[in-house]
């Protein structure tokens, strides 16, 4: 059963930095374009950023420039480096494949705040 576990969250100040990574328990990253979504409180999944095969990426408008998704298919995890965090960026983060395949992780939790 495949399983996707996310990682890097917490409570960082706006303006600061956090790295997120998401390991699966089986070869997926090697088929499949990857994905960075996010849930904020009372509002619907989004997709945030996408890496494919040949790491072209895409990003939300409202992250380009600040978010960045990267790839390493040997480890089997995909990244999300996030910079310039704003308090709309909190959310609950998740990963999958897009579009999204898999039963949903638990997601790593992002607070941005004072």
């Known amino acids: 059963q495949v399983q996707l576990v996310e990682s890097g969250g917490g409570l960082v100040q706006p303006g600061g930095s956090l790295r997120l990574s998401c390991a699966a328990s089986?070869?997926?990253?090697?088929?499949?374009?990857m994905g960075w979504y996010r849930q904020a409180p009372g509002k619907q999944r989004e997709l945030v950023a996408s890496i494919t095969l040949g790491r072209n990426t895409n990003y939300l408008d409202s992250v380009k420039g600040r978010f960045t998704i990267s790839r390493d298919n040997a480890k089997i995890t995909v990244y999300l480096q996030m910079n310039s965090l704003k308090p709309e960026d909190t959310a609950v983060y998740y990963c999958?494949?897009?579009?999204?395949?898999?039963?949903w992780g638990q997601g790593t939790q992002v607070t941005v705040s004072e």
């Open positions: 999958n494949t897009r579009p999204s395949i898999y039963p």
């Open positions: 089986i070869n997926i990253f090697r088929s499949y374009t």
